[in-house]
């Protein structure tokens, strides 16, 4: 069992579903997302040398190694149509809410890669505008502007669909 | 309420795809682990490992005996398996090493490998050395 003082496995533990989501929405396939979170936390917990910001230097460890992922593996043949969202159906969901999150895959699919990797990162990721950042090496001011065009963009998508949100 | 954190809002309100349930496994278990924290939590009952010792001791008592019952004894003759002389002798009158210094041993085959024979040349006076070959299995 590790060490419960390890501060990676301490990230990982409360992490863990962020970092999992994040990655699934770069690689699309369940299987390869957890492979790359497994491939990044076996090369950081053997490195020396970590940064005091230990959450932004994993999360991009482990999306460094789903774009890695991505470009050793050919496309999934068949992307989870259910992108980054549970596709089992809970007792009390209903099909307004089935209806609703279809609405949402569409429209973040519809969004260009950066804007989507950034709402992800943002509202799945639990990251702030400044963390996305540092996890993507892109000044803070063009994370703020991928974030409002694909809020945007969702947000009409959405409403020609049900009015005004 | 503000549309974008409306629209947020709703964004977080959908349940997300969970993780394999194999993944804490994974990842935990790529930790490299320490050598001591192999044997850590492994204590070794102690009637096992006194049984494992006792066990050894014996089969070492036994061995030892076996080994020594095969080993010549020094008159050349193996102790226990009968009275036999496994070094024979060329020479009759050679069976005491003549007095003298030795000055030679060699294999007299001429092959450094050959075991089985040996020559011994001693230096009884000035002008005068006797040299014993022994041939046998033990040499």
Known sequence: ?165 | MDPSESLESQLRSLPLRPPSQHLDERVLASRPQPIGAIWSGRQIPLWAAVSVSLLMLIAGVFVGRSVRTVLPDAMGTVAGAGNHTRINLLAEDSSRPPDGTVGLHTRPAGNPFDLTQTAVEFITSPDRAVVQISEGNDL
């Open chain 1, 1 to 165: 069992m590790p060490k419960p003082d390890d501060p990676l496995a301490d990230i990982y533990h409360e992490w863990r579903q962020q970092l999992f989501t994040c990655a699934l929405a770069i690689t699309r396939c369940q299987a390869r997302a957890e492979d790359a979170i497994q491939q990044a936390f076996y090369q950081m917990f053997r490195r020396d040398d970590r940064p005091n910001h230990l959450k932004a230097y994993v999360f991009r460890v482990v999306r460094n190694a789903a774009l890695d992922q991505l470009r050793r593996h050919e496309a999934p043949s068949q992307p989870l149509s259910e992108f980054i969202f549970d596709p089992r159906v809970g007792p009390d969901e209903s099909a307004e809410m089935r209806e609703c999150r279809q609405r949402v895959i569409v429209g973040l699919l519809g969004l260009n890669i950066d804007e989507r990797e950034t709402i992800v990162q943002h509202v799945y990721g639990g990251l702030t505008f400044q963390e996305i950042s540092d996890v993507r090496e892109v000044p803070r001011g063009t994370v703020v502007s991928w974030y409002r065009r694909g809020l945007q963009k969702l947000r009409e998508t959405w409403e020609q669909v049900n009015g005004p949100v």
